[in-house]
């Protein structure tokens, strides 16, 4: 993860998110890095507008009547609207549940004539993990997705695996965590970390991810704080806030 | 490690980095393991397996190659793979306690945030192919895939010690060829549902075949070598790089430091294929350890040694209750608390149970040893030479 010196300074002095709503503390350093969106930036500043599609697996979502609402693609479209009123912003959540990096991979052709986005967050490696997909191979897939949305003129988000303790002893996940933070610097796209984001959640007791309970409450509370997350991130690293204060002077 | 090649008398160094090895392994495996910050994967490329992997090869050249001097081929042969089949056995063995572990977790666990991880149990739906391939060593489960390698290194031991016997060092040779062409060609074991072995055998064969050559006198030849300031100041500047580098791994914002040309040039670090910056990060902490630590080392004998000693002697049974004691203490995490303190507490816990196991084997050992009307064992005793091979 790339950053300067002052975020660091800045991270280490104020944890917790600016966006509004109940905290989700998250270091800044896990947010911001220095990889610039800049099709996000464009689009914001001539069109006025933001069309995000996140494509991934089934931890994109959630289950139930009041899943699509409460997931956090949708949560992240109500933490952009929010925070950037007057701007047009859509978020197509694009789940393919039980879908391989190489399969996802192969649908970004289509999915950019389909949708124009702006901004693609990829979320993917769970699926890879547990079929234990060769780490080479699932590299190969990142690199070739990556490579179809920038050619298409899409900014890229990876979005890297949940933390799971009650599954992790079966599932390996630190070769793919690895591979993506590789693959991300090499391609200069923003990675959110939510392997990490979620291991800091635990450990600060922010959340018991431990719990084994049925009911949607602990799902929704952290699909919010990806959302939101998810959106400083954008902001961030689209440089909106700077962009945003310049249209009001 | 210049231990020589006929003596009876054994390297207690072995025995010691095995049983350190064996802890290590163990701390590793209990996933979200604050305590397994110690370990050495942390501040460097290579890990506990390495050595593992070495010492095996070490002592299984060094046990089996007296016997097939002393009573031929075949005879030894038998014995290595009587060896691979004990191996097998506790791997399946293994296997049956994780599928304890994870069909309690398939029943227990319901929470919708992860259903999509919960698509880790789908090879319960069809356990006619899973525990077959299971059988076969297609089927791995994660952090179980030491032992097959293993099992597959002794398979192929018998013609390999032969030659080494024969003409050592193109023994050697011929691993390192096959290292070098399995890097080349992507040669590694087909596994079940897809992908390749996580250990590839092809290549991590140059570890055990190398830990076997200095078993048999390849040791002594690099003495020269082993002692020159020279190399030992290569290798702890190797330790150096390979410690600023990881470091950039864990604090955050160290990445940059890291030129773009360095990161083209080292990364991946491929672990499936023992990549080479791995093996020589092994090669330097062997070489820094043989300086510090000579074989008539007085602590090797202090008692406070003896603990992982004794581990180390008795490599195959202490690695299988690690596992399973890695196992139990995730249990232990997720059914009563995953703080700090229970971390700490399964950890230690962990490692006494390892001790008092490897205790009890040696006590065991001694009264076969003193039974009245017992003869003087004639089978080759692996643990002479310093653990089991």
Same mark, same amino acid.
């Given at each position: 993860?790339?950053?300067?010196i002052?975020?660091?300074?800045?991270?280490?002095?104020?944890?917790?998110?600016?966006?509004?709503?109940? =905290?989700?503390?998250?270091?800044?350093? #896990?947010?911001? +890095?220095?990889?610039? %969106?800049?099709?996000?930036? /464009?689009? $914001?500043?001539?069109?006025?507008?933001?069309?995000?599609?996140?494509?991934?697996?089934?931890?994109?979502?959630?289950?139930?009547?009041?899943?699509?609402?409460?997931?956090?693609?949708?949560?992240?479209?109500?933490?952009?609207?929010q925070?950037?009123?007057?701007?047009?912003?859509?978020?197509?959540?694009?789940?393919?549940?039980?879908?391989?990096a190489?399969?996802?991979?192969?649908?970004?052709?289509?999915?950019?004539?389909?949708?124009?986005?702006?901004?693609?967050?990829?979320?993917?490696?769970?699926?890879?993990?547990?079929?234990r997909?060769? =780490?080479?191979?699932?590299?190969?897939? #990142?690199?070739? +997705?990556?490579?179809? %949305?920038?050619?298409?003129? /899409?900014? $890229?988000?990876?979005?890297?695996?949940?933390?799971?303790?009650?599954?992790?002893?079966?599932?390996?996940?630190?070769?793919?965590?690895?591979?993506?933070?590789?693959?991300?610097?090499?391609?200069?796209?923003?990675?959110?970390?939510?392997?990490?984001?979620?291991?800091?959640?635990?450990?600060?007791g922010?959340?018991?991810?431990?719990?084994?309970?049925?009911d949607?409450?602990?799902?929704?509370?952290?699909h919010?704080?990806?959302?939101?997350?998810?959106?400083?991130?954008?902001?961030?690293?689209?440089?909106?806030?700077?962009?945003?204060?310049?249209?009001?002077? | 490690?210049?231990a020589?090649?006929?003596?009876?008398?054994r390297?207690?160094?072995?025995?010691?980095?095995?049983?350190?090895?064996?802890?290590?392994?163990?701390?590793?495996?209990?996933?979200?393991?604050?305590?397994?910050?110690?370990?050495?994967?942390?501040?460097?490329?290579?890990?506990?397996?390495?050595?593992?992997?070495?010492?095996?090869?070490?002592?299984?050249?060094f046990v089996?190659?007296?016997?097939?001097r002393?009573?031929g081929?075949?005879?030894?042969?038998?014995?290595?793979?009587?060896?691979?089949?004990?191996i097998?056995?506790?791997?399946?063995?293994?296997?049956a306690?994780?599928?304890?572990?994870?069909?309690?977790?398939?029943?227990?666990?319901?929470?919708?945030?992860?259903?999509?991880?919960?698509?880790?149990?789908?090879?319960?739906?069809?356990?006619d192919?899973?525990?077959?391939?299971?059988?076969l060593?297609?089927?791995?489960?994660?952090?179980?895939?030491?032992?097959?390698?293993?099992?597959?290194?002794?398979?192929?031991?018998?013609?390999i010690?032969w030659?080494?016997?024969?003409?050592?060092?193109?023994?050697?040779?011929?691993?390192a060829?096959?290292?070098?062409?399995?890097?080349?060609?992507?040669?590694?074991?087909?596994?079940?549902?897809?992908?390749?072995?996580?250990?590839?055998?092809?290549?991590?064969?140059?570890?055990f075949?190398?830990?076997?050559?200095?078993?048999?006198?390849?040791?002594?030849?690099?003495?020269?070598?082993?002692?020159?300031?020279?190399?030992?100041?290569?290798?702890?500047?190797?330790?150096?790089f390979?410690?600023?580098?990881?470091?950039?791994w864990?604090?955050?914002?160290?990445?940059?430091?890291?030129?773009?040309?360095?990161?083209?040039?080292?990364?991946?670090?491929?672990k499936?294929?023992?990549?080479v910056?791995?093996?020589?990060?092994?090669?330097?902490?062997?070489?820094?350890?043989?300086?510090?630590?000579?074989?008539?080392?007085?602590?090797?004998?202090?008692?406070?040694?003896?603990?992982?000693?004794?581990?180390?002697?008795?490599?195959?049974e202490?690695?299988?209750?690690?596992?399973?004691?890695?196992?139990?203490?995730?249990?232990?995490?997720?059914?009563?608390?995953a703080?700090?303190?229970?971390?700490?507490?399964?950890?230690?816990l962990?490692?006494?149970?390892m001790?008092?196991?490897?205790?009890?084997?040696?006590?065991?050992?001694?009264?076969?040893?003193?039974?009245?009307?017992?003869?003087?064992?004639?089978m080759?005793?692996?643990?002479?030479?310093?653990?089991?091979?």
């Amino acid at each position: 993860m790339r950053m300067g010196i002052v975020v660091l300074v800045a991270a280490l002095l104020l944890p917790t998110l600016a966006l509004a709503g109940p =905290p989700c503390e998250i270091p800044g350093y #896990l947010l911001y +890095g220095n990889n610039h %969106l800049k099709r996000v930036a /464009a689009s $914001v500043k001539d069109a006025r507008r933001l069309t995000i599609a996140v494509i991934g697996t089934g931890s994109s979502a959630l289950a139930g009547p009041e899943g699509p609402s409460s997931a956090y693609p949708a949560r992240l479209e109500a933490a952009l609207k929010q925070h950037l009123p007057g701007l047009a912003v859509k978020v197509i959540p694009l789940v393919r549940s039980r879908q391989t990096a190489d399969d996802l991979a192969k649908g970004m052709a289509k999915l950019l004539v389909d949708e124009k986005p702006d901004l693609v967050i990829w979320q993917t490696g769970t699926i890879d993990a547990i079929r234990r997909i060769e =780490p080479d191979d699932f590299r190969t897939a #990142l690199d070739e +997705g990556i490579e179809t %949305l920038q050619k298409g003129g /899409a900014d $890229v988000i990876l979005m890297n695996m949940q933390y799971s303790p009650r599954t992790d002893f079966m599932l390996a996940l630190g070769p793919y965590a690895d591979v993506m933070r590789f693959v991300a610097q090499q391609h200069e796209v923003p990675l959110f970390d939510r392997l990490a984001i979620m291991h800091h959640w635990s450990d600060t007791g922010e959340f018991d991810l431990y719990a084994s309970g049925r009911d949607n409450v602990l799902a929704s509370r952290v699909h919010d704080c990806i959302g939101r997350a998810m959106a400083s991130m954008i902001i961030d690293a689209a440089r909106l806030q700077e962009s945003e204060q310049k249209v009001a002077q | 490690m210049h231990a020589p090649a006929v003596t009876t008398g054994r390297d207690l160094r072995l025995d010691l980095f095995r049983g350190i090895a064996l802890w290590l392994i163990f701390l590793d495996h209990i996933p979200s393991n604050l305590v397994a910050w110690v370990t050495i994967r942390n501040y460097g490329f290579s890990d506990a397996t390495e050595i593992f992997v070495f010492v095996s090869g070490y002592t299984a050249a060094f046990v089996y190659g007296r016997e097939m001097r002393e009573r031929g081929f075949v005879i030894a042969g038998a014995h290595i793979l009587r060896r691979a089949w004990q191996i097998y056995v506790a791997h399946v063995f293994l296997f049956a306690i994780y599928l304890a572990e994870i069909t309690y977790v398939a029943s227990s666990f319901e929470n919708p945030l992860y259903a999509e991880e919960m698509n880790i149990l789908d090879f319960l739906k069809q356990p006619d192919v899973t525990i077959i391939q299971a059988l076969l060593l297609k089927f791995k489960p994660a952090n179980m895939d030491v032992l097959p390698l293993y099992i597959i290194l002794l398979l192929l031991f018998p013609p390999i010690l032969w030659l080494l016997r024969l003409q050592s060092t193109a023994a050697l040779a011929a691993s390192a060829l096959l290292y070098v062409l399995t890097w080349h060609f992507n040669w590694n074991m087909p596994s079940y549902p897809s992908g390749y072995w996580y250990f590839n055998p092809f290549a991590w064969q140059l570890l055990f075949v190398f830990g076997a050559w200095c078993a048999l006198g390849g040791a002594e030849r690099l003495t020269q070598v082993l002692h020159s300031r020279l190399l030992l100041a290569i290798a702890a500047l190797y330790l150096l790089f390979a410690f600023f580098i990881t470091l950039t791994w864990h604090v955050p914002g160290m990445g940059q430091l890291v030129p773009h040309w360095l990161e083209e040039l080292i990364y991946p670090i491929d672990k499936v294929n023992l990549d080479v910056l791995r093996f020589a990060h092994f090669l330097a902490l062997a070489i820094v350890t043989v300086h510090f630590v000579p074989i008539d080392w007085p602590g090797l004998k202090s008692r406070w040694l003896w603990p992982a000693i004794a581990c180390g002697q008795h490599s195959l049974e202490i690695f299988c209750l690690g596992i399973f004691l890695s196992f139990a203490a995730h249990f232990a995490m997720t059914e009563i608390s995953a703080a700090f303190w229970m971390q700490l507490l399964t950890s230690g816990l962990g490692i006494l149970v390892m001790v008092a196991g490897a205790g009890l084997l040696t006590w065991y050992k001694r009264a076969e040893g003193q039974k009245p009307g017992s003869k003087p064992k004639k089978m080759p005793d692996a643990d002479l030479a310093g653990g089991e091979a």
